[in-house]
């Protein structure tokens, strides 16, 4: 299944408010894989002098992605499928 990267800027965002979205990102993949329509969500990176995130789903398309995302209520500049290159 492809591996897509959800790019995040999220300027003034404390630790707390990072740590609440990624639940949220995981909670929301979990209800739609338990819904029929897998969604994994793989892990996060964070660039705190830039408050730059970068998220990474597994998922059919980057419309599943969007959609998770969007019902989780955090926000994004753009999804695009990725190569995950974790040894």
């Known amino acids: 299944m492809p591996v897509y990267m959800v790019d995040r800027d999220l300027p003034g965002i404390t630790l ?9 990102a995981i ?41 998770v995302n969007d019902e989780a209520q955090i926000p994004y500049t753009r999804v695009v499928e990725a190569l995950d290159l974790t040894p």
């Open 27 to 67: 909670a929301t993949s979990q209800s739609f894989t338990e819904a029929g329509t897998p969604v994994r969500y793989i892990r996060s990176a964070f660039v705190p002098g830039e408050a730059h995130c970068m998220c990474f789903f597994e998922a059919a398309s980057p419309d599943l992605v969007k959609g």
């Open 16 to 24: 707390e408010q990072l740590g609440a979205a990624q639940q949220a």
